[in-house]
């Protein structure tokens, strides 16, 4: 078996190595006893190669890679143009397209909003999709059965002993609702939209959660509402923005209103596609909460 | 190099990036190496925003009564972007530390190395 190895090529070895039959070659010690030189020289690479010294090795080559790295980077930036320029190649036609006739094709002022959710809506539909197959695979990787409840998990249901707090909480756990949905609302017009408004109305449910218990916020928003309402939101978003596609790629009329700029309801199908964006938004954040915490919504 | 002085949002937001993938490559414990990952997509916001920025300018939100001109409002594409990435990074965070927690309770522990070994010695039993 020895001497079968020891027949095999060197490339023999690599191909094997690739092939995962083989642990990768040593470089066998030089038997060079007579010398004490080398003998030394082989203790001291052993030295040199024990665990404590490759940490300090692998510190050492880290910080040095990231040092070059960012070296590389800074000249990069150094090259770039001036910051905050007027010429810069960034703010070309496509730019000049979206604010000077955004309000008049898309009826939306917030010329951001009007770019996510009209000009590039199949991207934001994408991200919502992100957002609910992240939140499915935590549901996937955490939720667990009612049954196998611990002491620390029960924990969560229990109420807030602390009178102020749980005063407090509940007076700004509604005005955080008001405000989410004015946030929400009032996307198309002013700064906001789905994805900010509804991160406030999740905090809003989050701070219930953490003062009443996660008992009480399942009387209204247990798993199935949660997802009722992502699974509603997603295909509602997908339809609505595919029968826009689809009419303006084929050459139809714009039946969709879009109404008179700066008006709470403008902007076409901006107010909708926000909505269903926030409360997607909204049960992720939630859900993130609920399976980290019990693991159960 | 004078660049560097007027970018230097820009330059800022490359080296926060470099500390973000040092920590990513240096800390054994898990949850500080996502930490460091979100550091990365912070710096990523950073210097999209101040790509976007233009000097003296307003937030692209056409003021009412008001004709709608370029020469008034900063660059709206890169915010959009932004927003993606938030979101992406949301995503990537929530799914790894879901992971992350699982690991934990399969083998009690955050630190990479110790995750391995207890692996490899599973993996051979």
């Not at chain 1, 905050?84 to 960034?90: C, L, W």
């Not at chain 1, 923005?241 to 303006?248: E, M, P, T, V």
């Amino acid at each position: 078996m020895i001497n079968e190895k020891k027949e095999k090529s060197k490339w023999q070895h690599f191909v094997d190595w690739v092939n995962g039959e083989e642990a990768i070659e040593r470089p066998k010690k030089i038997s060079l006893q007579k010398i004490n030189k080398k003998k030394l020289i082989i203790l001291i690479r052993k030295y040199i190669w024990s665990r404590r010294k490759k940490t300090a090795l692998h510190l050492i080559m880290c910080t040095f890679a990231c040092m070059v790295f960012i070296g590389i980077l800074l000249h990069t930036v150094s090259t770039l143009p001036y910051f905050g320029g007027s010429t810069n190649p960034a703010s070309n036609e496509v730019v000049e397209r979206y604010i000077e006739s955004g309000v008049e094709e898309t009826g939306a002022s917030n010329i951001v909003t009007a770019m996510i959710l009209e000009y590039r809506a199949f991207d934001t539909f994408g991200e919502s999709c992100i957002l609910f197959l992240a939140v499915i695979c935590v549901v996937m990787l955490l939720k667990k059965d009612a049954a196998e409840e611990t002491e620390e998990e029960k924990a969560f249901d229990q109420e807030e002993e602390n009178v102020i707090l749980k005063k407090v909480a509940n007076i700004l756990t509604p005005l955080l609702f008001l405000f989410g949905c004015y946030v929400i609302l009032n996307g198309h017009i002013s700064p906001g939209g789905g994805f900010s408004g509804g991160a406030i109305m999740g905090a809003g449910l989050i701070l219930y959660a953490c003062v009443n218990g996660q008992k009480s916020v399942q009387r209204f928003f247990t798993y199935k509402t949660f997802l009722r309402i992502n699974v509603i939101s997603l295909l509602a978003y997908g339809i609505l923005k595919g029968y826009s596609f689809f009419a303006g790629a084929n050459h139809l009329p714009d039946v969709i209103p879009k109404g008179t700029g700066w008006d709470l309801l403008s902007g076409g199908l901006i107010l909708p596609l926000n909505i269903c964006v926030g409360m997607i938004v909204m049960c992720t954040v939630y859900g993130f909460y609920a399976l980290f915490t019990k693991g159960d919504i | 190099m004078s660049n560097l002085m007027t970018n230097y949002y820009e330059a800022a937001a490359v080296i926060l990036f470099g500390i973000g993938f040092m920590n990513l490559l240096l800390a054994k414990n898990l949850i500080k190496k996502f930490i460091g990952l979100n550091i990365m997509d912070t710096a990523v916001y950073l210097f999209l925003a101040a790509k976007g920025y233009i000097t003296a300018r307003a937030a692209p939100i056409i003021a009412q009564g008001t004709a709608a001109r370029v020469e008034d409002y900063i660059n709206p594409v890169p915010s959009g972007l932004v927003l993606t990435g938030i979101v992406v990074s949301v995503s990537v965070t929530a799914f790894s530390l879901a992971l992350v927690q699982r690991l934990y309770k399969h083998y009690g522990s955050l630190d990479l190395d110790e995750i391995m070994k207890k692996a490899k010695k599973e993996e051979k039993v």
